[in-house]
Structures are given as C-alpha cells and as structure tokens.
Nanobody, 122 residues
Framework: QVRLVESGGGSVQAGGSLKISCAAS????????MGWFRQAPGKEREAVAV???????NYADSVKGRFTISQGDAKRTLHLQMNSLQPEDTAMYFC????????????????WGQGTQVTVSL
C-alpha cells in the first residue's frame, strides 16, 4: 500500500529556515506529480508547490523565492526547503502524490501523508 511519510517539521523563529521531507513507499512506479500542501487552523488547504516527473515546478505566489521543492534519488523522496520563514507560514504541511497524468495545484492528488507541523514564531 502506498504510504507517504513526512518529517522535519518543527518550531523556528521568523526569518529562519527549515527543510521538510517526504518518503514514499509501496508504489513500484514513479509518481507523475508530487506536491506540498499546507493548512492552518480555520483556513482552507492551499497548495504550496508541486513538481512533476520531469522536474517542472509550480509555486504558490506566497512562497516564491523562499521555498524550493525538489525530488530525491529515484523520485521516491520529496523535499521542501523553506527559507525566510514568517509566522504566516505556520501550518500543517502535507505531502501528496498523484499517479495520473497532469500536475497542477488544482488536480486531484491520490495519496496523502499525515502531515508535519511547522510553527514560525516572532
């Protein structure tokens, strides 16, 4: 069974950096698309960044220039390097994967991790 497990979340001061990761298992093929989403209490889930099998990326305007999404070896791992973190970045961050063609924040993602909490304080 496909599993996505996030790690690396934590609490940091504003202006700091944090790298979160996602490890995928249980799927013998490459995902067509993987992404990071986040959700803060009382707010809707939003896409942070997505990356397709060719390495093409798409970022939310709010994180452009600060966050970088990347894939590890064999595209079985996913990373999100977060720099210049601000309190508004505080949220539960979820790793997601899609197996069907197409990769955009509006596409439906098939698998989701449990999330890792990122808290940014002043």
């Amino acid at each position: 069974q496909v599993r996505l497990v996030e790690s690396g979340g934590g609490s940091v001061q504003a202006g700091g950096s944090l790298k979160i990761s996602c490890a995928a298992s249980g799927y013998g093929y490459s995902f067509s698309c993987m992404g990071w989403f986040r959700q803060a209490p009382g707010k809707e889930r939003e896409a942070v960044a997505v990356i397709d099998s060719t390495g093409t990326t798409n970022y939310a305007d709010s994180v452009k220039g600060r966050f970088t999404i990347s894939q590890g070896d064999a595209k079985r791992t996913l990373h999100l390097q977060m720099n210049s973190l601000q309190p508004e970045d505080t949220a539960m961050y979820f790793c997601a994967a899609r197996i069907w063609p197409g990769c955009s924040p509006t596409h439906r993602f098939d698998y989701w991790g449990q999330g890792t909490q990122v808290t940014v304080s002043l």
